[in-house]
């Protein structure tokens, strides 16, 4: 039993000093967050709640990418564009997270 406590405090300490306290202090505060993924994508939202794997509820998320469209044979190459689209709430997996930012500009 005491064990247990022990870990509850350790786990909250982490949270409030370690690297997971960007995200805690993001749900205190209802501050954005910029979370760069692994498949070059890029996301601006507002964390609902996070647990230590870096699993998160967003909402009101921005997606930014880079997309380079296809162009014909013998043409040149296109100029890349950047993309975005809105999602008003989502389920990230930890498993996609490169960094999280703290009040991105």
């Not at 350790?10 to 370690?18: I, L, M, R, V």
């Not at 997971?20 to 501050?31: A, D, E, F, P, R």
């Not at 296809?70 to 100029?79: D, E, F, I, P, Y």
Request: net charge positive; hydrophobic share 35%; proline share 4%.
């Amino acid at each position: 039993m005491e064990e247990d406590t022990n870990q509850g405090k350790t786990e909250e300490e982490e949270f409030n000093t370690g690297p997971l306290s960007v995200l805690m202090m993001s749900v205190k505060n209802n501050t954005q967050v910029l979370i760069n993924c692994r498949n070059n994508r890029k996301l601006l939202g507002r964390v609902r709640a996070f647990d230590r794997h870096c699993n998160m509820v967003l909402e009101n998320v921005r997606e930014m990418w880079t997309e380079v469209p296809k162009t014909g044979k013998g043409k040149k190459k296109a100029l890349p564009v950047n993309r975005d689209r809105f999602i008003s709430k989502m389920f990230l997996r930890g498993d996609s997270v490169i960094i999280v930012l703290r009040n991105p500009k």
